[in-house]
């Protein structure tokens, strides 16, 4: 987040932000609208990891992760720790895109097919859950994307921010 607020200074770049994230991404722009309400318009949650989706995956899936990036695993279990006590973005626009090819789980972690269907369905459930905590969420699914959405279908991506926009000069 503080990334984020130094490129935002540097650049005066003047508020109100429609702040988009994508995977982890999404950790760093809800910490950024907790700490910065009423600089922040709206956001766009773009196939974006949910701080409880750890605990919901299959051990294998878990275990695999570890080995293949031990690092990024624990940093994002941290990430996941820092958004569990955000608060303050009730009533917040949010439109949240989730993916409609499941290809985030790589081959090489060798799930079982009802091991990846489960990890599936918990990230599908995961997004609903995030845009369940807005009052003003909209969830769309990125049929034609695997999770890199922003490179496969980024006029999804734009059409949510202008659509955040919108409501904001709407009368």
């Known amino acids: 987040m503080a990334d984020l607020e130094a490129w935002l200074s540097a650049a005066a770049v003047p508020p109100p932000y429609v702040l988009v994230g994508h995977s982890l991404g999404g950790h760093v722009v809800r910490a950024f609208a907790a700490a910065h309400r009423a600089d922040v318009a709206g956001l766009v949650l773009v196939d974006v990891r949910h ?4 605990a919901k995956l299959p051990d294998t899936f878990l275990a695999r992760l570890a080995e293949w990036s031990p690092r990024d695993t624990e940093q994002a279990c941290h990430a996941d720790e820092l958004v569990r006590g955000l608060g303050g973005l009730k009533g917040l626009p949010v439109s949240v895109i ?18 990846r269907d489960r990890a599936e369905h918990e990230w599908q459930r995961s997004q609903l859950d995030l845009a369940a905590r807005f009052g003003q969420s909209t969830v769309h699914v990125a049929r034609d994307s695997g999770h ?8 999804m991506v734009v ?8 409501r904001r000069t709407a009368p």
């Open 51 to 54: 701080e409880e989706l750890y």
């Open 148 to 155: 890199v959405i922003p490179v496969e279908q980024p006029e």
């Open 159 to 166: 059409r949510e921010v202008v659509s955040i926009l919108g």
């Open 98 to 115: 989730t993916h409609g090819r499941a290809d985030w789980i790589p081959d090489e972690f060798g799930l079982s097919p009802e091991d």
